[in-house]
């Protein structure tokens, strides 16, 4: 997990709010990526971004925002358009969407609406 | 469509005997392969990756894991498991098409003292 925070730990919302979970991280790494994990469903892509103000929806976007206006920095919002937000939320960096590259995760925030 | 499948949900096995967590895969184009572990409630952790070369690569705390490309598997392995690997390991794939990984459900490994 080192080089990558995530925060908070653990998040409780109301339905109807949106929410902004922080991801940051001091590897100098060009590629983010985030990631929904439920349980028996594995993780499941929501956004990525390859270089600072660019980004790509992932297979789940839908719900979901981001943006990346700095290269340590790749913060996602949940909308209140995300029907069912209640998830672990998991953060992940290369250092450049390359093949070949491990990607490496932060502590995770989980998520739940009350 | 590229996909990867860890066909047991749990394994089960005695401290000090051997493991093994099967992942199989489907991927045009050559494999790029990859294990995670992940403990609760943290993130995961990267354990070994298959890029070219030797066929049994090894990682981090004792575990291997060996690529069959007319099997299309890759089987993580332990010689002697220990009861702190207790965890919910992770096979991935690297989508040849858009270089995203695509992950396996999870396999969640128990093993008694």
């Known amino acids: 997990d080192g080089g990558i925070t995530q925060s908070p730990k653990y998040l409780f919302r109301k339905e109807g709010q949106n929410v902004t979970l922080s991801c940051e991280q001091n590897?100098?790494?060009?590629?983010m990526y985030w990631y929904r994990q439920d349980p028996g469903q594995g993780l499941r892509l929501i956004y990525y971004s390859q270089i600072v103000n660019d980004f790509q929806k992932g297979d789940i976007a839908e719900g979901y925002s981001v943006s990346r206006e700095k290269k340590e920095s790749f913060p996602l919002t949940v909308t209140s358009a995300q029907k069912n937000p209640t998830a672990f939320y998991l953060c992940?960096?290369?250092?450049?969407?390359?093949?070949?590259?491990?990607?490496?995760f932060g502590p995770g925030t989980r998520l739940t609406v009350l | 469509a590229q996909s990867v499948a860890q066909p047991e949900d749990q394994v089960n096995v005695a401290e000090g005997n051997p493991l093994t967590v099967k992942c199989t895969y489907s991927?045009?184009?050559?494999?790029?392969l990859f294990w995670y572990v992940q403990y609760p409630n943290r993130g995961l952790q990267f354990l070994l990756k298959y890029i070219t070369g030797d066929n049994l690569v090894k990682g981090s705390y004792g575990f291997e894991a060996e690529f069959n490309k007319s099997q299309t598997s890759f089987h993580l392995k332990k010689p002697s498991a220990l009861v702190s690997d207790s965890a919910l390991y992770f096979c991935a794939v690297r989508d040849g098409d858009t270089d995203k990984l695509i992950f396996g459900t999870g396999t969640r490994l128990q093993v008694f003292p």
């Open positions: 991927v045009s184009g050559n494999p790029y």
């Open positions: 590897l100098n790494h060009d590629a």
């Open positions: 992940a960096t290369t250092p450049r969407l390359a093949d070949t590259d491990t990607q490496y």
